[in-house]
């Protein structure tokens, strides 16, 4: 859950649902409150109206049966009877009061009483979608003394009208659970739908950066992702194109290098001085390995060979056999027991590399295999001096040498890291380095299973 919550498709679910949920929740809040005015507005006209009848009904009744009338013809909300008792009047007449006077004439005195009905003041329940409140009615709710025209003194009471009965109510919460639940499936539609080309873009630049010969992208979808996918495309045919032309280019540079570099190996057969030939030779050697891994550099880059399922485990095993067989102290230790998807002369030379550098270095090499996170780990330990912290990480930089014996008295371009780093990472692996506790440099090889070997 928190990796989906981290992720876009996450962040764009609960972009939507929170949205719509508040934006719903809002417009339902206005919608109730625009309700209930009209509600109210409606309730106030109807007392005016209703008032003004049961005035004109009582005046006709005939004042020795006017209250047994008004006892019947009272209704919740509206009553007009015979007042217990006098009451102080209010300084001004009401809204109210003012509208049912011109309503019906001036026949009739009209008087606003300062004291409201005590059922004024009484709350209310009110219900929502949400949750039911208690609120005072706001509407009209006061006491009015109507003089009639024989005289008569009556009293108008205009109450809150009657509380609905919570029995009679809707189970809102079934509708708010219905509303959730539509709203979770939409958002995450929407962000699963949103946030799929994204994901197709992001998994095409990882294929890329492991085989710049992936097939292009489809160009599918909206017009601005079908955009998108037509620049990706342009660039991965761009950088494949850099790729190409550079390795061709040092391809030809060795070539023609080559021819050049051999008669100059010949011609010094012809120095007389035994000393200055030597030195001439080992200069002319050294300028050969550089030219060789120079190209080799290139061509790990370079990602024209097809990728096939192979067993890492007889992989490696040959690549230390033929150490072995060529001299080299190398011992292996466990077994992946995986098949991994790669380019198996790319993964020979990364091996072939990362031994040699351990046999150069350190006179023997101890390679341990595992399996560790789902991965093929290979622990490449030596016997050297090790390197120190501050130089680890520049040792897969082209051509960078450390300035200590391990390349001082054994050589070398600086160029064999670098390839076998590129050649990794081309598979989704990764190389790291340490200095063994018990001393010596570990190069730890690390590679993505493909799948696990029955």
Not at 184 to 196: F, H, I, K, P, Q
Not at 298 to 307: F, G, H, K, N, V
Not at 341 to 352: N, W
Request: charged letters at 20%.
């Amino acid at each position: 859950m928190k990796a989906f919550l981290g992720s876009m498709t996450g962040r764009v679910f609960l972009t939507l649902f929170f949205g719509t949920v508040v934006s719903a929740i809002l417009a339902e809040v206005l919608v109730e409150e625009q309700q209930y005015r009209w509600f109210q507005d409606y309730r106030d006209n109807a007392a005016l109206e209703r008032s003004e009848q049961l005035i004109y009904s009582a005046e006709i009744v005939p004042s020795s049966a006017r209250a047994a009338y008004l006892l019947s013809a009272n209704r919740p909300g509206i009553r007009l009877e015979e007042p217990d008792a006098p009451a102080r009047l209010a300084r001004a007449p009401s809204k109210f009061t003012a509208a049912l006077a011109a309503r019906i004439g001036a026949h009739y005195q009209l008087q606003t009483l300062a004291e409201r009905p005590a059922a004024c003041n009484v709350p209310r329940l009110q219900y929502s979608l949400f949750w039911p409140t208690e609120r005072i009615w706001p509407g009209v709710c006061e006491s009015i003394n109507v003089r009639m025209r024989d005289g008569e003194i009556l009293r108008l009471l205009i109450l809150p009208p009657a509380s609905s009965l919570e029995g009679e109510q809707s189970d809102y919460r079934i509708v708010f659970a219905v509303f959730l639940v539509s709203v979770t499936a939409l958002a995450y539609l929407v962000a699963r739908m949103t946030t799929r080309p994204l994901k197709q873009l992001a998994q095409a630049a990882k294929d890329l950066g492991n085989d710049i010969n992936h097939p292009p992208l489809a160009l599918a979808g909206a017009s601005e992702i079908r955009q998108a996918s037509a620049a990706f495309n342009a660039m991965q045919a761009r950088i494949r194109q850099h790729i190409f032309q550079r390795t061709q280019m040092l391809a030809a540079i060795t070539h023609d290098l080559q021819t050049p570099l051999t008669r100059m190996r010949l011609r010094l057969e012809k120095v007389g001085d035994n000393e200055l030939q030597q030195r001439l030779v080992d200069d002319l050697s050294a300028m050969q390995a550089m030219v060789r891994e120079g190209l080799d550099l290139a061509r790990s880059m370079d990602t024209t060979e097809t990728m096939q399922p192979l067993d890492l485990d007889s992989l490696l095993g040959s690549v230390c056999c033929d150490a072995t067989d060529a001299g080299q102290q190398v011992e292996v230790i466990g077994s992946a027991n995986r098949a991994l998807m790669g380019r198996p002369m790319a993964l020979r030379r990364c091996l072939v590399n990362l031994i040699d550098n351990a046999v150069k270095y350190g006179k023997k090499a101890v390679v341990t295999v595992d399996s560790a996170g789902g991965a093929a780990r290979i622990r490449i330990r030596d016997n050297g001096p090790g390197i120190a912290p501050i130089e680890q990480a520049r040792v897969f930089e082209p051509f960078y040498r450390v300035e200590l014996s391990r390349s001082r008295e054994s050589g070398g371009t600086g160029l064999g890291l670098t390839i076998a780093r590129n050649i990794a990472e081309q598979h989704g692996g990764s190389i790291s380095l340490c200095n063994h506790p018990d001393g010596g440099l570990e190069v730890t090889l690390v590679l993505p299973e493909y799948y696990t070997r029955k």
